[in-house]
C-alpha cells in the first residue's frame, strides 16, 4: 500500500503558465480533497471530491481546476499560475467525507511561482 | 459556522504533560473532533478523535465537555520529537455543503 502519492514534489513556475498537481490513492477511497498551506494560515480547502465525477469547491477554488475520472486519481490544475499561489500543496483521501473519516495525507508538492 | 480556534503557539519543556485547546462553538450534533499533528515537510497524520467525554489511545488523549464547544489534546510527558504542529477538525457546514475544514493550527515546540 503506497497510501497517497502526489507529484511531484518540488515546481517552480513563471507567471503564467500551467501546470497539473497529480494526486493518487490506493485505498480505494471515495473522498479526495485539495488542500494548501501557507505560513499562519494553516491548511485551507480548495477542492473535494465525494466519489469519481463529483466535484465540489472549498474555501478557496479561485484559480485552480479539478477532475475525478477515477477513484484512485484526483488532480489539480493550475490554468494560469500567479506568485499568491506559491505554496504548499496537500492532497488527501479517506473513506468518507464526515469528520468520523481519518484523513490520510500525502507528503505535500511545493510550488513557487515566480 | 464550525470554525476552530486555537493558540497559535506553545512552549513547553521535555517531560511535561501539554495541554492543547480547540474551541468549536457551533460544532453540529453529529459531527466528530479530530485532531491531527504535523510534523515540517510532511503531511498531517491522524492523531485522535472523539464524540464526548474522553478518549485516550497510546499517544494523546482527548477531553471533551458535556456541550462540545471546545476539546482538549494532552499530550503525556512530551519529548523532542512532539515538536510539531497540532490541528483540531471539525465538519463545517457554513457554505451550503458539508465541508472539512482545518484551524490554523497550534505550533507546540518542546525544549530540551
Known amino acids: 500500500n503506497a497510501g497517497v502519492t502526489q507529484t511531484p514534489k518540488f515546481q517552480v513556475l513563471k507567471t503564467g503558465q500551467s501546470m497539473t498537481l497529480q494526486c493518487a490513492q490506493d485505498?480505494?477511497?471515495?473522498?479526495m480533497s485539495w488542500y494548501r498551506q501557507d505560513p499562519g494560515m494553516g491548511l485551507r480547502l480548495i477542492h473535494y471530491?465525494?466519489?469519481?465525477?463529483?466535484?465540489d469547491q472549498g474555501e478557496v477554488p479561485n484559480g485552480y481546476n479539478v477532475s475525478r475520472s477515477t477513484t484512485e486519481d484526483f488532480p489539480l490544475r493550475l490554468l494560469s499560475a500567479a506568485p499568491s499561489q506559491t505554496s504548499v500543496y496537500f492532497c488527501?483521501?479517506?473513506?468518507?467525507?464526515?469528520?468520523?473519516?481519518?484523513?490520510?495525507f500525502g507528503p505535500g508538492t511545493r510550488l513557487t511561482v515566480l | 459556522l464550525a470554525k476552530t480556534t486555537q493558540p497559535i503557539s506553545m512552549d513547553s519543556y521535555e517531560g511535561q504533560e501539554v495541554n492543547i485547546t480547540c474551541s468549536h462553538n457551533?460544532?453540529?450534533?453529529?459531527?466528530?473532533i479530530t485532531w491531527y499533528q504535523q510534523f515540517p515537510s510532511q503531511g498531517p497524520r491522524f492523531i485522535i478523535q472523539?464524540?464526548?467525554t474522553k478518549v485516550t489511545n497510546e499517544v494523546a488523549s482527548l477531553f471533551i465537555p458535556a456541550d462540545r464547544k471546545s476539546s482538549t489534546l494532552s499530550l503525556p510527558r512530551v519529548s523532542l520529537s512532539d515538536t510539531a504542529v497540532y490541528y483540531c477538525?471539525?465538519?463545517?457546514?457554513?457554505?451550503?455543503?458539508?465541508?472539512?475544514?482545518f484551524g490554523k493550527g497550534t505550533k507546540l515546540s518542546v525544549i530540551p
Open positions: 488527501a483521501s479517506s473513506y468518507g467525507g464526515t469528520s468520523t473519516d481519518t484523513q490520510y
Open positions: 485505498m480505494n477511497h471515495e473522498y
Open positions: 471530491s465525494v466519489g469519481a465525477g463529483i466535484t
Open positions: 457551533n460544532i453540529a450534533t453529529n459531527d466528530y
Open positions: 472523539g464524540y464526548k
Open positions: 477538525l471539525v465538519g463545517d457546514s457554513g457554505a451550503g455543503s458539508y465541508q472539512l475544514t
